[in-house]
């Protein structure tokens, strides 16, 4: 059987939204695009982990929810059509002697391109476990919050001290029966401004605690909660929210011969290239002086690296495309 093949200009690896800004921007400079991703829809952490959850470091938007933002960037990638490759890991990476990169997926599929831009933010992440009642998994307990309504009405326990926690609580406040907060420490690792929200609201806070059981039969029914002074609680809830972080792996991309540091980014240059002659990186996985993880620095970093990857496939093209205002300076 022949191996199924793909041939365009430029493959970006990783489909969260500095990916599909990158393929967007790609289209602009009238380069054919194939987004690879390890989930099965676009939209990468956001889509997979706070879809709900407003987002406010967008230009241009006071407040956007995650999936809004995914389908806005996703309406906006769709006008140049690009290939999705999803529910696939880039399981190997090399380059041939005709200037060629050849990707090959995990499920065998080939992808020959001539440049790529690694937008793969932490990599393939797992969530941290709840100590006490991993067996509720999936029967009450989750990791995230695909969707709000489905906790409407309910007692939901959400355990954490994050960004992640305490925007989930605030979400759900308005639509759950009731939302406690428990955090193990005494101080939030949360922005200053979702805390103070958080202490405003209806929220009930229990700090210094942590969630030692969960009770129930089909699903949880309760919660025991057990202070560092030694005293328990016990809450009624259907539905516990883990949000106590992940750890990342950048799996195979640490085969490829990419030079990576602190065990998890990969350093690039003001151009946003990687050692590897063609591959570039954009978003959270890049590392340089300087550098702040925010999704609008990585929209930044998308259009830099591809107007980089446009002149290294095309030396005749302008690194400079032209402003988007100028209808002659991009492909329609």
């Known amino acids: 059987m022949s191996q199924e093949a793909i041939d365009r200009d430029l493959a970006v690896i990783g489909g969260g939204p500095v990916g599909l800004y990158a393929a967007y921007y790609a289209g602009l400079r009238s380069l054919s695009t194939v987004i690879i991703d390890s989930l099965p829809e676009p939209g990468g952490q956001v889509s997979a982990m706070y879809p709900d959850k407003p987002i406010y470091d967008i230009a241009g938007f006071p407040s956007i929810k995650g999936r809004d933002l995914v389908s806005g960037l996703v309406e906006q990638v769709t006008r140049f059509a690009p290939t999705y490759v999803l529910d696939q890991r880039a399981q190997v990476l090399q380059r041939t002697g005709n200037a060629t990169i050849e990707i090959t997926t995990d499920k065998g599929v080939l992808i020959r391109v001539r440049a790529v831009v690694i937008s793969g933010g932490i990599g393939t ?143 690039v240059d003001t151009t946003m290239a990687t050692n590897i002659p063609g591959v570039y990186a954009a978003g959270d996985i890049t590392e340089y002086r300087g550098k702040v993880r925010l999704i609008s620095v990585g929209f930044g970093e998308a259009a830099t690296a591809v107007n980089n990857a446009a002149v290294l496939i095309n030396p005749e093209e302008q690194l400079f495309p032209g402003h988007s205002s100028d209808s002659l300076s991009i492909a329609v």
């Open 125 to 267: 992440f797992t969530p941290r476990p709840l100590p006490a009642g991993s067996e509720f998994l999936g029967r009450g307990l989750a990791f995230f919050v695909p969707a709000l309504d489905a906790h409407a009405g309910q007692d939901v326990v959400v355990v954490g001290g994050g960004d992640s926690a305490c925007d989930w609580a605030l979400s759900l406040e308005p639509i759950a029966r009731s939302v406690t907060l428990v955090h193990r420490r005494p101080a939030f690792r949360a922005h200053a401004h979702i805390v103070e929200q958080l202490h405003a609201s209806t929220v009930s806070v229990i700090i210094d605690s942590e969630v030692s059981k969960l009770l129930g039969t089909d699903g949880v029914e309760q919660v025991e909660i057990t202070g560092k002074d030694g005293s328990t609680m016990t809450l009624p809830a259907q539905a516990v929210i883990a949000a106590l972080g992940f750890t990342a792996n950048l799996g195979p991309i640490r085969d490829w011969g990419v030079e990576i540091v602190g065990n998890r980014h990969i350093p």
